[in-house]
């Protein structure tokens, strides 16, 4: 790996440079729902008067995602920022995948197949294929359509039986919207099956609550999920529908995300449990909240929880959702190679980098910020601190660890041990996930008191500071009518929560008190790039660095004089 280029032209500043990523956090396209706009933000302000500022794509092909409907999400963003080039991902890489028929040709849907052929549970019941899944077309983890594809296709080979476990979204998508998939997909299963094929759904729950927990936040949700899709042990219903609506009663208010779980039972006994000799398909193709389940099937040395028994199936992820330590070991379809990362130059280059978050955004402030890479570049040259995130609902804490992560930065600047520091502040992204709108100001004014306070440490230090965010989300809290822009109302005439990321774009602001003259920095004119996406970044923090971005890398923020 070659280091970077030094910028004859750049005058060097006393600090280091930090990058400050605001997790969920856009310009709102309406003034109703969006708590950004609404909530003090004092410092933010201030730091934007002064400073020059665009606004950055961050959904869509800006991320690699196939088609600009398609909303960004923190490990996209998180990729395209810290690799300064867009590639094609989950999503797009699926939808390519089964369009061209190569998912089914290769060696691991073969093996999922051929498993349950090849075998019988008591010699009386075909093997069964079971899809573990966010059942949603979000597009930000999963899509229905790639697993009715799969579904489809096993009948085509000859699979006989197929059990779906379900995990409603409730946040990439409407917050109750669970029975608008429910219904029309019991009827694609029902259209399909006939005397040679059976494919049912046998369990599920909201995906805040069991089996998609990430960073190893709360083993309990997917302890609970190996519970509910494996051992058959939660509460039995007679149909999804019964569930939800059983759910929604007993518990009012309760949105799909933290729905309780359920298995479908006939005559007492759970219809869809997973027994040796069945395939395991966990059709999720965005990797942090799929890699717990994973290990859970496929460690040996398993000790999180207590799996009373572990089924010997066949199992594949949708995707290697670790590139490093090759997990899943079966997957359907590869990720993008991704090479030549920020992180990997600037170890190249020997710049001495923090990057530091909560536990929540952790994985994204490193892993994916490195390109999907496990582990550091270079160990003398790299600091990684995890502050543990509170495990409470997020509307109780909205504050989350902030002041813990700007008490670190703050010490980091003053410090002279480091050149480069990147930090992500998860406040709007998982607060805003809850819906709750009061607690997403909150989160928002508790943040902002961090930003004044680590813009002080860059005055004092001369340091430079970037802000910017991966995707919006906290800018759009409410539903709104597509056609008039009008917020949609619940039945009791108040506004529907949207929990879903937004459309909108985000900010760069380059926040420089001891600029030089290197390149435009007159906040009242158009003084940086326009049109550029969160990809940018990178580039834009070489520069800010002193060096030559590499020609391939989009191109930076800054408009050189």
């Known amino acids: 790996?070659?280091?970077?280029?030094?910028?004859?032209?750049?005058?060097?500043?006393?600090?280091?440079?930090?990058?400050?990523?605001?997790?969920?956090?856009?310009?709102?396209?309406?003034?109703?729902?969006?708590?950004?706009?609404?909530?003090?933000?004092?410092h933010l302000t201030a730091i934007k008067a002064k400073s020059p500022n665009t606004r950055l794509k961050a959904h869509g092909t800006a991320v690699g995602l196939p088609s600009d409907e398609d909303m960004g999400n923190s490990e996209v963003g998180h990729n395209a920022m810290g690799c300064g080039r867009v590639f094609n991902q989950g999503a797009a890489l699926v939808s390519k995948s089964i369009a061209a028929g190569a998912m089914f040709e290769g060696t691991a849907w073969k093996e999922i197949v051929a498993n349950v052929k090849n075998s019988q549970i008591d010699g009386q019941r075909p093997s069964t294929i079971h899809f573990i899944g966010l059942f949603s077309d979000g597009n930000v983890h999963s899509h229905l359509d790639h697993l009715k594809a799969m579904i489809i296709q096993a009948k085509k080979d000859g699979a006989k039986r197929v059990v779906v476990?379900?995990?409603?979204?409730?946040?990439?998508?409407?917050?109750?919207?669970a029975l608008e998939y429910v219904d029309p997909f019991e009827d694609f299963l029902k259209e399909l099956s006939d005397s040679s094929f059976d494919a049912k759904i046998g369990s599920g729950g909201g995906r805040m609550w069991i089996t998609m927990d990430r960073y190893g936040a709360d083993w309990s949700m997917v302890d609970r999920g190996w519970q509910c899709h494996v051992l058959g042990t939660a509460r039995q219903f007679a149909s999804t529908r019964e569930a939800v609506e059983t759910y929604r009663k007993e518990i009012p208010g309760i949105i799909d995300q933290d729905l309780k779980e359920f298995v479908i039972a006939r005559d007492g006994k759970p219809i869809g449990t997973i027994e040796d000799g069945d395939s395991v398909v966990y059709f999720n193709f965005r990797g942090d909240r799929a890699l717990e389940m994973t290990a859970a099937f496929e460690?040996?040395?398993?000790?999180?929880?207590?799996?009373?028994?572990?089924?010997?199936?066949?199992?594949?992820?949708?995707?290697?959702?670790?590139?490093?330590?090759?997990?899943?070991?079966?997957?359907?379809?590869?990720?993008?190679?991704i090479d030549r990362t920020l992180g990997e130059y600037l170890a190249a280059t020997g710049v001495r980098t923090l990057a530091i978050s909560e536990t929540q955004k952790f994985g994204h402030v490193t892993y994916f910020f490195n390109g999907n890479r496990?582990?550091?570049?270079?160990?003398?040259?790299?600091?990684?601190?995890?502050?543990?995130?509170?495990?409470?609902?997020?509307?109780?804490?909205?504050?989350?660890?902030?002041?813990?992560?700007?008490?670190q930065v703050i010490e980091a600047i003053h410090s002279g041990k480091y050149d480069f520091i990147r930090l992500n502040f998860p406040n709007g992204d998982m607060v805003g996930h809850t819906g709750i709108?009061?607690?997403?100001?909150?989160?928002?004014?508790?943040?902002?008191?961090?930003?004044?306070?680590?813009?002080?440490?860059v005055d004092e230090s001369g340091a430079v500071m970037l802000i910017t965010a991966d995707h919006g989300?906290?800018?759009?809290?409410?539903?709104?009518?597509?056609?008039?822009?009008?917020?949609?109302?619940?039945?009791?005439?108040?506004?529907?929560?949207k929990t879903a990321h937004s459309l909108n774009p985000v900010p760069c602001i380059i926040y420089d008190p001891e600029y030089q003259g290197e390149y435009s920095n007159d906040p009242k004119e158009n003084c940086l790039n326009e049109g550029l996406g969160i990809s940018s970044v990178a580039a834009t923090c070489i520069q800010l660095l002193g060096y030559v971005p590499p020609v391939d890398y989009d191109k930076s923020a800054l408009i050189g004089k």
Not at 1 to 11: S, Y
Not at 314 to 337: F, Q, T
Not at 473 to 486: F, L, Q
């Open 1 to 42: 790996m070659e280091a970077l280029k030094k910028n004859p032209a750049w005058k060097s500043r006393r600090g280091p440079v930090v990058l400050v990523i605001m997790d969920g956090v856009g310009y709102g396209k309406y003034r109703e729902g969006d708590a950004v706009a609404d909530s003090k933000m004092d």
């Open 165 to 177: 476990h379900v995990l409603f979204d409730g946040r990439d998508v409407g917050e109750t919207s």
């Open 299 to 337: 460690e040996n040395n398993f000790d999180k929880f207590d799996r009373k028994r572990r089924p010997k199936v066949c199992y594949a992820g949708m995707m290697e959702y670790d590139g490093d330590l090759h997990v899943p070991s079966r997957y359907l379809v590869s990720p993008p190679a």
């Open 374 to 407: 496990t582990g550091k570049f270079d160990d003398k040259l790299e600091t990684y601190i995890e502050i543990k995130s509170d495990i409470v609902p997020f509307e109780q804490r909205p504050w989350m660890k902030c002041a813990d992560i700007a008490d």
């Open 437 to 457: 709108y009061q607690a997403v100001v909150c989160s928002m004014e508790a943040m902002d008191l961090q930003l004044g306070r680590i813009a002080k440490a």
């Open 473 to 497: 989300n906290s800018d759009d809290m409410y539903e709104h009518d597509k056609k008039t822009g009008a917020v949609s109302l619940k039945s009791d005439g108040t506004p529907r929560a």
